[in-house]
């Protein structure tokens, strides 16, 4: 009579732990940049239907909401990065059961966050429009467009934390799949809502709301019936974890918030020295500038939870090759980036202007500066994923507060007095190249502590 012993079961294997070099990190980051590609691309095409198909004024609306509509992605920014740490740096260190319930736990909060806000914008949009600094010809624009896009904020929310959920358990190409159906179905709506029907704003804002959708609900469907390491099990989560979350990620916050000020200081000062063309130039030049560094965005965002799940597990020898790595990406990266810019500058902004309108004129001459912007931002935006991917959210925090806000402030308050426009186009890339040193200092301070250099 023989016997047998069941071998015990087994976690199935996680795609993070196959990660050791610089082709397998960039295959296993690629789908995440082209995601982040792809939502830069759809995130333009709202703005291109307007430019071409509506009118300079409801082109500057976009950018007079774009603050507000940065604090809500700042939530989930903040959930999902620092939430994601959290759940790659437990899978690396075996406990894939907490892992479960705190990802559970975490997309609950996200959707009920997307109801509270969107009621509370909807109650108060007439004051936060005003606030926001819209003047009488903008509002009724900034109405329409900010009021359709609120009825989808637990959507977008939700959209968020997926994003980095996605990576965080192995599955980065699902992720750009939807992110690409996303935004195919954004451009289809947009020519048929804004072009067809004539909706208007109003109708850029409602393909966008409605192409939320698109990849929670894949999310959902995704994680209910997964079998890997990842899914939805019973929520749970110690209210110190989900402190530690939201701190860790507060670094992505703060640079989302510090991104909707400064936008508001941009806009406010454009209105003041150019009027409303020069909030539509400068609406052009800084979404030309997301879509270029979307590169970075998803890169950083790609390589966060190997990084996360190295330092869990405790393997320094290949965090010491990923980072190398990473310094090479982000060093070819921003020259090829820089130069494709400066060669492409006004190819770019003939997309969203007559070449003969004032609008043009302005875009193109602020963009051949702010060009610049993209020879430091990429060490910035890494080094602060960095430093969150390894739970250092003050660090991180600190790196993110300067690129995007206090010395971006500092410029916008002085520069402009003594030079006008020309600084405020100078204001983003000087910012940035200071960040990018003090980034520098951080990296190679607490280069013993993570065992990355």
């Not at 940065?70 to 959290?86: C, D, E, F, I, Q």
């Amino acid at each position: 009579m023989s016997t047998s012993t069941a071998a015990p079961a087994r976690e199935p294997a996680n795609a993070l732990e196959r990660v050791s070099g610089l082709l397998s990190l960039l295959r296993f980051a690629f789908p995440t940049m082209v995601m982040m590609v792809f939502n830069g691309l759809y995130t333009i095409v709202d703005v291109i239907f307007v430019a071409r198909f509506v009118n300079t004024e409801a082109l500057s609306a976009i950018n007079i909401i774009n603050p507000a509509m940065g604090v809500l992605w700042g939530l989930g920014t903040m959930l999902g990065t620092g939430g994601s740490a959290l759940i790659a740096r437990k899978m690396g260190g075996g406990d894939t059961a907490g892992a479960r319930r705190n990802f559970s736990l975490l997309i609950l909060a996200g959707a009920l966050l997307g109801l509270f806000f969107s009621g509370l914008g909807l109650l108060f949009l007439e004051p936060i429009i005003r606030a926001l600094g819209a003047s009488d010809i903008l509002a009724p624009y900034c109405r329409e467009y900010f009021g359709t896009l609120l009825l989808f904020t637990p959507a977008g929310l939700v959209l968020a934390l997926f994003a980095f959920f996605f990576v965080a358990a192995g599955k980065p190409a699902l992720n750009m799949a939807l992110i690409i159906a996303s935004g195919l179905t954004n451009t289809l709506l947009d020519y048929v809502f804004i072009v067809l029907l004539g909706m208007g704003v109003a109708g850029a804002a409602l393909a966008t709301g409605i192409a939320f959708l698109i990849p929670p609900l894949g999310g959902l469907c995704f994680f209910l019936y997964s079998k890997g390491p990842l899914h939805f099990t019973r929520p749970g989560m110690r209210l110190r974890e989900f402190g530690q979350a939201c701190f860790n990620g507060s670094s992505e916050m703060i640079a989302q918030l510090s991104i909707s000020v400064t936008t508001y200081l941009f806009n406010i000062t454009m209105l003041r020295l150019a009027g409303e063309a020069g909030v539509a130039a400068l609406t052009i030049t800084a979404y030309s500038e997301y879509f270029l560094v979307t590169l970075f965005l998803g890169f950083s965002m790609g390589v966060a939870p190997v990084i996360s799940y190295n330092y869990g597990s405790g393997n320094h020898a290949r965090q010491r090759r990923i980072f190398r790595s990473c310094l090479l990406f982000i060093c070819v990266g921003s020259i090829l980036v820089f130069s494709a810019a400066l060669l492409g500058a006004s190819r770019l902004i003939g997309i969203f202007a007559p070449p003969d309108s004032r609008v043009f004129a302005l875009a193109d001459q602020g963009f051949h500066i702010f060009v610049f912007n993209f020879l430091f931002c990429g060490y910035g935006i890494f080094a602060s994923s960095l430093f969150t991917a390894l739970s250092n959210g003050k660090v991180s925090a600190i790196i993110a507060f300067l690129r995007t806000f206090a010395l971006i402030a500092l410029f916008l308050l002085v520069l402009p007095e003594f030079l006008g426009l020309t600084g405020v186009w100078l204001a983003a890339p000087l910012a940035e190249a200071i960040s990018a040193l003090v980034a520098a200092f951080f990296v190679w301070r607490w280069r013993g502590t993570y065992q990355y250099l």
